[in-house]
């Protein structure tokens, strides 16, 4: 999971972790576990269809989002 590019995209469309637990359907804590990777969390399908369409993503964004390792 790439979490800086993810809060990219929050900022450019001006989401707050509130606003985007809120659009997604889960509680603030659960997305900020699962931006975070603790305690096992991830994404499910359905939350990253919800980002994508949120922010329009491409396919491409989506995979380096959400399927690619962070690069420190």
Do not use: C, H, P, W
Not at 33 to 38: D, F, L, R, Y
Request: proline fraction near 0%.
């Amino acid at each position: 999971m790439n979490k800086k590019m993810l809060e990219s995209k929050m900022k450019l469309f001006g989401d707050t972790n509130a606003s985007l637990a809120a659009a997604i359907g889960i509680s603030q804590q659960s997305l900020s576990s699962k931006k975070n990777e603790t305690r096992g969390a991830e994404f499910t399908q359905g939350e990253i269809a919800a980002i994508k369409q949120r922010y329009t993503l491409s396919a491409g964004e989506v995979d380096d989002i959400f399927f690619a390792k962070e690069v420190s």
